[in-house]
């Protein structure tokens, strides 16, 4: 069975930081595309951050870019999500999820196995 399991969120100060990550266990996600995606109250679903399966290639959020940083260990099986100058705007559950698909995408669809989220709250 599949799991991702989430930490790091937390209650922090806007302009601070925080560090997600997610370990995946249950396969091999050689080959895989991992990802972060976020859900304010409300509103729908997200794309935040993408990665390739060697790291090469990375994709951001217009929202986010400059600010957080997306970065996979794969002897690990674990993505991180460094987030730099958060702002209130930030507040969401984060969610990290892996991609089996061929090509590196921003959609929901592309991912496959999804985590149960980490509560990120940015005070202003």
């Known amino acids: 069975q599949v799991q991702l399991v989430e930490s790091g969120g937390g209650l922090v100060q806007a302009g601070g930081s925080l560090r997600l990550s997610c370990a995946a266990s249950?396969?091999?996600?050689?080959?895989?595309?991992m990802g972060w995606f976020r859900q304010a109250p409300g509103k729908e679903r997200e794309f935040v951050a993408a990665i390739s399966w060697i790291g090469s290639r990375t994709l951001y959020a217009d929202s986010v870019k400059g600010r957080f940083t997306i970065s996979r260990d794969n002897a690990k099986n674990t993505v991180y999500l460094q987030m730099n100058r958060l702002k209130p705007q930030d507040t969401a559950v984060y969610y990290c999820?892996?991609?089996?698909?061929?090509?590196?995408?921003?959609?929901?669809?592309?991912?496959?196995?999804w985590g149960q989220g980490t509560q990120v709250t940015v005070s202003s």
């Open positions: 249950g396969r091999r996600f050689s080959g895989s595309h």
């Open positions: 999820a892996v991609s089996t698909a061929q090509v590196m995408g921003i959609k929901r669809p592309l991912y496959d196995y």
